[in-house]
């Protein structure tokens, strides 16, 4: 596929091409093999707990339903990227096309929205079993649960659409060359000819909001979690509590960690290998990881996961 290097309007580009992580020839089909190892685990691991989820009536509460629908949303934000990462390792000119390269970029980043507000709710759904226990099976309705689940969805969507058209309207010129596994907006909009500092505000005030009120609202719902919990005279009841919110902060950690990282990390070329190995961790190992911490700090997915396994 030919790629125009004439700083013409953005309708003449036919695709970018992602580098990835260059290497030798060998080592790009070592990097296939490992990725789709990984690929089909996370599928299948996530693909378990909605299952269990699905057909274990015992899990058919606000919790549970809330991490089957987080399982589905890690599905598919491995899916927007990975595909795509392990046709580049079998392709010599690791092109992406105009329109599939935007699309990338969408489905990816609201995807990482959605997954930034579901952490949110599920953290309030741990505040409310915690703090309010008496009254938390009249609030957290399954019509509110469905309700928070819908909103996660659609605000996720909705996030980053009207920068990710603006941007999509822009002129590129250049290389084309996207230092990158993914189609990320500092290595697009580096290729623009000419800057758009009201976008990369915009698009920078976006990821901000996005960031840290839902982090803001995980860390409030957890320090009330934690005065509550602090006054429960039984070691019992301490330990409920923490097995029920530990897998959780786990997964908000490991989130949350790579993505301040990436957040904070400067945006310099000298720094793209770190950008791209942290984009890696949270966009790639974190969906993995995640099914392996819910079941085996929840006794409940444990026996329901081992049910699951046996039929």
Request: proline letters at 5%; one cysteine or more.
């Amino acid at each position: 596929m030919n790629i125009s290097n004439t700083p013409n309007s953005s309708s003449t580009i036919t695709g970018f091409i992602l580098l990835g992580f260059p290497c030798s020839r060998e080592e790009q089909i070592l990097l296939f093999v490992l990725f789709s190892v990984i690929y089909l685990l996370t599928l299948m691991g996530n693909g378990s707990i909605i299952c269990a989820v699905r057909w274990d009536q015992r899990l058919h509460t606000p919790m549970y339903i809330l991490l089957a629908n987080f399982s589905f949303l890690e599905i598919w934000y491995v899916t927007s990227t990975v595909p795509n990462m392990l046709a580049n390792y079998l392709s010599d000119t690791k092109v992406i096309s105009f329109s599939g390269c935007f699309l990338q970029f969408y489905f990816f980043f609201s995807l990482g929205s959605t997954e930034c507000f579901f952490l949110a709710i599920m953290a309030f759904d741990r505040y409310l079993a915690i703090c309010w226990p008496l009254h938390y099976p009249t609030i957290m309705t399954g019509r509110l649960c469905t309700n928070l689940v819908i909103s996660c969805w659609v605000f996720g969507f909705l996030w980053f659409l009207i920068p990710i058209i603006i941007i999509s309207q822009m002129s590129f010129c250049g290389s084309r060359i996207i230092d990158h596994f993914l189609c990320d907006p500092g290595p697009l909009l580096a290729l623009t000819c000419t800057r758009a500092p009201a976008i990369e505000l915009t698009s920078s005030t976006l990821s901000s909001l996005l960031l840290f009120i839902p982090f803001f609202f995980i860390v409030v719902s957890y320090a009330l979690v934690l005065r509550a919990v602090l006054r429960v005279p039984s070691a019992a009841g301490l330990r409920k509590a923490f097995s029920t919110c530990g897998s959780h902060l786990a997964v908000v950690s490991l989130f949350y960690g790579s993505v301040m990282v990436m957040y904070v990390s400067p945006t310099s070329e000298r720094e793209a290998g770190m950008q791209k190995m942290v984009t890696l961790f949270y966009s790639v190992v974190t969906p993995l990881i995640n099914p392996i911490i819910y079941s085996l700090r929840n006794k409940d997915m444990k026996h329901a996961m081992k049910t699951l396994l046996r039929t």
